[in-house]
């Protein structure tokens, strides 16, 4: 039998998830948003490409649920962008309330599927997904770790001129500005960041890196970044799909790791067929550890605040 994967929200990030997904052919996909006749629209339009590019996927767009029904995967992206100015915490309380809705519809009709998440600000919405849909903490992972470290290392590779498949960085904590992009573990084919890039070009990049998002948002004027978003939570999707034990940046929920516990947090974690397998924790040195707390300290207030 086919997978699926079911993708509420079909605007810029929705819609190029599916994009990505479909090129991938390992599942078919549904698209559901509010938005009348748009998620329809797409995924014809996106059907209508699959003869070009060889790929035998069936896509269809809703704006009933009842098209997600026994989804293998649901990718939760509904919900309202950034505007230049905001940080991704202002949008806390319009985003909880289109999570609960979208959550509660999918797993009524997919109780088994695995969750991912992107809507922001994503740690808490991800926390919100489990709570609300009482789901096993292992089935929902919160994507924002890949996108966090694809940009990092996509800096990497234009300072040094190198391949951006030799370049693996790892930015861990929470999805705000102040994660942890961690300079010790990231490497070029194998060489410590902090022994190839001088210190100033190293903070540089760093800073670069936690600023990200804004920097697109700050570009596009009327929306947040979609293209690397939708790319990072493709591999997600196949890495559980194909029971890769993938192990990526995302957001998992901790139970002591780290010294954190009871909140979504960026950490290395294994992904397969299962969901989250395994949560690996690096050696941290006591800077490291420090802005990792000071990083939870962010998260754990939202989620106090919802
Ligand atoms: N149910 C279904 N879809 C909804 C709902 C809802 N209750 N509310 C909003 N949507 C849809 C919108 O109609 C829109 O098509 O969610 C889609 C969001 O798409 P965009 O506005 O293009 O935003 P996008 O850039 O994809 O970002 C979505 O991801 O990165 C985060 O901060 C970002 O929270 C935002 C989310």
């Known amino acids: 039998m086919k997978n699926k994967i079911s993708i ?3 605007g810029q990030t929705g819609a ?15 698209l559901v948003d509010i938005v009348e006749g748009m998620p329809q629209g797409k995924a014809l339009d996106l059907l209508e490409a699959m003869p070009v590019i060889g790929s035998d996927v069936y896509v269809t767009g809703s704006n009933d649920y009842d098209a997600t029904e026994n989804s293998d995967i649901v990718v939760i992206t509904a919900g309202l962008p950034r505007k230049p100015g905001m940080s991704r915490d202002d949008l806390l309380f ?18 088994e599927a695995i969750f ?3 809507t922001n600000p994503l740690d808490a919405m991800t ?3 489990m709570k609300v849909g009482n789901l096993k903490p292992e089935k929902v992972i919160g994507q924002a770790g890949i996108l966090d470290s694809t940009r990092m290392r996509a800096f990497v590779a234009m300072e040094l001129g190198v391949s951006v498949e030799n370049v693996h960085c790892y930015v861990l904590g929470g999805h705000g500005d102040d994660m942890v992009p961690l300079t010790r573990h990231s490497n070029v084919a194998g060489v410590p960041l902090n022994k190839i890039l001088p ?8 800073n670069r890196t936690r600023q990200g998002g804004g920097e697109i948002v700050k570009l596009l004027k009327t929306g947040s970044a979609f293209y690397a978003p939708a790319a990072a939570i493709a591999q997600m999707a196949e890495a559980i799909l194909k029971d890769k034990h993938l192990v990526v940046p995302a957001a998992a929920y901790l139970n002591g790791e780290y010294g954190l516990k009871g909140i979504y947090f960026g950490v290395p974690v294994q992904l397969g067929r299962s969901g989250v397998e395994k949560i690996i924790e690096y050696d941290l040195n006591p800077e490291e550890q420090e802005m990792l707390e000071k990083s939870a300290e962010s998260v754990s207030s939202l989620i106090e605040k919802l």
């Open 127 to 129: 926390y919100l997904t």
């Open 116 to 118: 991912i998440i992107l």
């Open 8 to 10: 509420i929200g079909a």
């Open 94 to 111: 319009a985003n909880a309330d289109i999570i609960r809705k979208a959550t509660e519809e999918t797993v009524r009709r997919s109780p």
């Open 16 to 30: 190029t998830t599916a994009h990505w997904l479909a090129a991938m052919e390992i599942a078919d996909l549904v």
């Open 199 to 206: 210190p100033d070009r190293l903070e540089a990049i760093v």
